[in-house]
């Protein structure tokens, strides 16, 4: 792996693990189900590359979340963010700080 990678392993894992725990705290199933998609589908890329760039698979042309430079894969990885931070503010029991 190279030196971007080791360092952002920890913070794909720390993200997962919010991420499903927004999901599991989601006060509906459509916005617990959102959640899993989402998380999934940054941790799927994250993933993906990860292993590609182990070669431990072919090569997919998927970019590194919020790392790697790709324009479209930034802006689906930032509305995924966002829509996630929309559930876990709808959801019971978390106090959020209004400007």
């Known amino acids: 792996m190279t030196g971007v990678q080791t360092c952002a392993l920890p913070i794909y894992v720390a993200l997962v693990l919010v991420g499903f725990r927004i999901a599991s705290r989601a006060p509906d199933l459509f916005g617990e189900l959102l959640a899993l998609g989402f998380t999934s589908l940054i941790a799927l890329q994250a993933l993906l590359h990860m292993a ?3 070669s431990l698979l072919p090569t ?5 979340p919020l790392v790697s430079y790709g324009r479209s894969n930034l802006i689906v990885t930032l509305a995924s963010l966002g ?3 929309s559930v876990a503010r709808v959801a019971p029991g978390i106090k959020v700080a209004r400007a």
């Open 60 to 64: 997919t042309g998927l970019a590194l």
């Open 52 to 54: 590609v760039g182990l």
């Open 83 to 85: 829509i996630l931070m």
